[in-house]
Structure formats: C-alpha cells, structure tokens
C-alpha cells in the first residue's frame, strides 16, 4: 500500500512542477534532500542502536523482569487471560520501556515479538484478540518519558533546548493513551455481546 501513496506522491510532485514550470527547482530539491535523508538516518541509527543497546544490556540484567514486576497489576487488568509469567507479558513489557523512552524504532522489535507470543498463547489463527488490539493501542499511542527521538531531531536541526518539549509531549502522549485505551476497551466489550 505504501508504494502506491510514494509513488502518487512523486507523480503528483512532477506533475505540479510541469504546471508550475519548476521542474528544475523540484529536481534541485530532490537531489539535495537526498543527502539530508542519509544524514538524518545515519544519526538515528546512532540513537537508536545506543538506546537499544541498553535496553538489551537492561534485560540481561533483570531489570526487565523488574519493570515487569512494576507494571504487572496494570498490565494483567488491561489484557485479560494473559499468562502472567509468559513471554508474551516480557515483550510487552520492553515494547513499552522503549517507548517510555521514546524510541518507536527500538520498540519494533519487541513490539513484534510480543504479537507472535500473544497469537501463540491465545490460539487465535488469523483474527485479532482484544488483547493484540490493545497492545496495538498501547504502542501506537505511547507514553513518553523521555522523547529521544524528538529531542535528537531537535538537536540537529539547531534547538539550543531539545528537551523544552517534554511537558507538551507527556501531556499529550498521556491524553492519546488515555482515550484510546478507553475506547479500544469499550469497543471489545461492545464487540464481545455481539458474539
């Protein structure tokens, strides 16, 4: 699906440039944002393997098992049936570590891993369980403690305070959450007397 919006989107960039007569100026463009786009990888690929790095370094030495500790009473009422023990409940929990950190990147992988643990403990086949919609929602609309990846981009486009952000963004992320846990919950129990 996602080439057919970049390449709409490039297709209708040449076609307004031929309309305008700026099909220089859009080649121009094109050509010097390439190496911005490079650049700006390569310093979130810094960020993110650091923060990943201690993140896996975290779960070597228990602290995951910590945080899970922490997080576990709220967990176990937001996903109903889940093993409280299982793996399933770990990668959760790191997926929502890393995006306490504000490292979406970093917390794909654990985000992937808990989705396979939850369909592997729940039997579900090819339909989603309340439980996988809510850690979706979870993910998609995370809290954040620390935004790094926000604050780098800040940083290197020239913020002298990258982190002034932080109050808008927990309130926010808190907000975003907050409706949106509220509502996948009330369309699953909607969605359960249906059946």
Known sequence: MMKWVFAGLIFFSLLFGIINGDVAALTEAALSEAGTAVTLALTLCGIICLWSGIMRVAQKAGLVEQLAKLFKPLLIRLFSGIDPNGKALGFIVLNISANLLGL????????????????????????????????????????????????????????????????????????????????????????????
């Open 104 to 195: 979406g990147n970093a917390s794909t992988p654990f985000g992937i891993a808990a989705m396979r643990e939850l369909e592997k403990e729940e039997g579900t086949g090819i339909r989603a369980t309340n439980n996988m919609v809510i850690f979706v929602v979870l993910n998609t609309a995370s809290l954040q403690i620390i935004p790094t990846t926000a604050a780098a981009l800040r940083l290197k486009n020239g913020s002298a305070a990258p982190m002034e952000i932080l109050p808008a963004v927990w309130i926010t992320s808190l907000a975003a959450l907050v409706v949106s846990v509220t509502v996948a919950k009330l369309l699953g129990v909607r969605g359960r007397k249906k059946l």
